[in-house]
């Protein structure tokens, strides 16, 4: 359990990040405000997920930024599980929560994860 709670230290500070684990598979839970489908890229490569993510901002017409420390773009890495992989990954997000279901198994091909709507 111990290097479940190392990998999600290693994220920056503006991600927050659950992992859980059952006997066959991982789900990582991430906050990703603003972010749609069509805007995450999710991948796992050598054990670990990469996150691309463009984030949209709306700004009512009466107001301004005095201060903006939520960047639009966002890269994150996070060390998974040597036991975890990409292939038959399913992911899903809905009202800006990627939930990511990483399947268990022992060298298995790791290919892009498709985000969709939930």
């Not at 598979?25 to 995450?40: E, I, K, R």
């Not at 301004?64 to 890269?75: I, T």
């Not at 992989?85 to 198994?105: C, D, F, H, Q, Y």
């Amino acid at each position: 359990m111990s290097a479940l709670r190392d990998a999600l230290q290693d994220l920056p500070d503006a991600v927050f990040a659950d992992l859980l684990e059952s006997d066959d598979a991982y789900l990582v839970v991430v906050d990703l405000p603003g972010a749609t489908a069509d805007t995450v890229d999710a991948r796992v490569d050598e054990g670990t997920l990469r996150l691309e993510v463009q984030r949209a901002k709306d700004l009512p017409d009466e107001f301004r930024y005095l201060s903006e420390d939520r960047s639009l773009f966002l890269d994150a890495e996070l060390r998974l599980p040597p036991d975890a992989t990409g292939n038959g990954a399913e992911a899903t997000i809905e009202r800006g929560v990627l939930e990511l279901t990483l399947p268990k198994t022992s060298a298995a091909p790791d290919e892009p994860i498709p985000v969709r709507d939930g």
